[in-house]
């Protein structure tokens, strides 16, 4: 299943390679595009693991949203998100590009049901601790203080 918007890039690279899948295989490919959130709720529910090989995520709020529903997440180790996902903690992460690797970490997850599960359970148990939305805006406000305090500490020296 893909789900989601899907970029200019994505789609170019998409089309190459369906160009080169053989019809039974591209009929196993189905596309949702953007998903209404009670649709993202049943997508959820409805899956085992959540990949998401992005070259250039700076985050990746849907593997939040996965964990949420107690599903582990595979991704490319790029961009921010390889500061998200704790490799073979809550998920796995694969060097950018590499599909082989990618097809390895995807297929494991979904022959390995005790992992599948323990991933998906470690994830869920980190969004109460780490991904508070509170603790983030407080974050912001200290640095934002401790930013104006410098500045004003500077000013005074000139």
């Not at 983030?136 to 930013?147: F, W």
Request: glycine share 8%; with cysteine.
């Amino acid at each position: 299943l893909l789900a989601g918007p899907q970029m200019p890039n994505f789609i170019r690279s998409w089309d190459a390679f369906a160009a080169r899948m053989p019809d039974t295989a591209r009929t196993r490919v189905r596309q949702l595009g953007v998903l209404s959130d009670s649709q993202k709720r049943d997508f959820f529910a409805g899956i085992d693991l959540f990949a998401l090989p992005s070259r250039s995520d700076s985050f990746g709020l849907v593997l939040l949203e996965a964990w949420a529903n107690g599903v582990p997440n595979v991704a490319y180790r790029a961009g921010g998100i390889a500061d998200v996902i704790r490799h073979e903690r809550d998920g796995l992460l694969v060097p950018c590009g590499d599909i082989d690797g990618l097809s390895r970490a995807l297929d494991r997850l979904c022959n390995d049901v005790e992992a599948r599960a323990d991933m998906g359970m470690a994830g869920q148990a980190r969004l109460a601790r780490e991904f508070r939305w509170h603790d983030k805006l407080t974050l912001v406000r200290e640095s934002i203080a401790a930013r104006i305090s410098s500045q004003k500490r500077d000013f005074s020296l000139a």
